[in-house]
């Protein structure tokens, strides 16, 4: 079973705005991971913050996590049409093993040029 | 360094075959979990094997399992398929599971169709 929630299901948005997706999840985590999936294919991994971290950039990824809400986020600044996909919150839960990854329902985000 | 690779990727079966699906995983990624895609369940964890070993188990029956060999490389198998068993299984190599930083590299997947 999922961990958690992701909203938007769905975002669709214009080239050169900013892209906000949130997740949330339910169980105490050892950190909180964001993937991106292309049409079906395998996931890419975009970034990861741990548990004692609230914030943490990478280029144009923007992550947030807050323990207490049980809650995340990742925005996406100047979008491109090539960030068209879908992204996944996926966390590992705080007893279950470093490499159980427990994905959320993830969010479709399409970028129109 | 060559990514995570799958075989096959695309593979068609009949209710009540059994499938082997196969990974290989990084040069020097000694960690393979596997996952189960599908549209009404999502991504979910099978399981994860680590110096030929089942670490790791998510909540599936007992037609599905896995092994790991000498050299990482990973087969899962899937016996007595039944038509929900459709979905893209993703296959992801990481370092070592003690890490708590632990980057896994997916691959491209392997889609199963149960007719």
């Known amino acids: 079973s999922q961990q958690g929630e992701e909203d938007p299901q769905a975002l669709s948005i214009q080239e050169g705005e900013n892209a906000t997706m949130n997740c949330s999840y339910k169980t105490s985590i050892n950190n909180l991971q964001w993937y991106r999936q292309n049409s079906g294919r395998g996931l890419v991994h975009l970034i990861l913050?741990?548990?004692?971290?609230r914030e943490k950039h990478s280029g144009r990824l923007r992550v947030t996590l807050d323990t207490s809400k049980k809650s995340s986020s990742l925005l996406i600044t100047a979008s491109r049409a090539a960030d068209t996909a879908s992204y996944f919150c996926?966390?590992?839960?705080?007893?279950?093993?470093?490499?159980?990854?427990?994905f959320g329902a993830g969010t479709r985000l399409a970028v129109h040029p | 360094k060559a990514g995570v690779t799958q075989t096959p990727r695309y593979l068609i079966k009949t209710r009540g075959q059994q499938v082997t699906l196969s990974c290989s995983p990084i040069?020097?990624?000694?960690?393979v979990s596997w996952y189960q895609q599908t549209p009404g369940q999502g991504l979910q964890f099978l399981f994860e094997?680590?110096?030929?070993?089942?670490?790791n188990k998510g909540n599936f029956p007992g037609r599905f399992s896995g092994r790991q060999f000498s050299n990482s490389r990973s087969e899962m198998n899937v016996s007595t398929l039944e038509l929900g068993d459709s979905a893209l299984y993703l296959c992801a190599s990481s370092l070592a599971p003690e890490a708590t930083y632990n980057e896994q590299f997916f691959g491209p997947g392997t889609r199963l169709t149960v007719l």
């Open positions: 040069s020097g990624h000694r960690s």
């Open positions: 094997y680590f110096s030929e070993t089942q670490r």
């Open positions: 913050i741990r548990s004692n971290e």
């Open positions: 996926a966390t590992v839960p705080f007893s279950g093993g470093y490499n159980k990854l427990i």
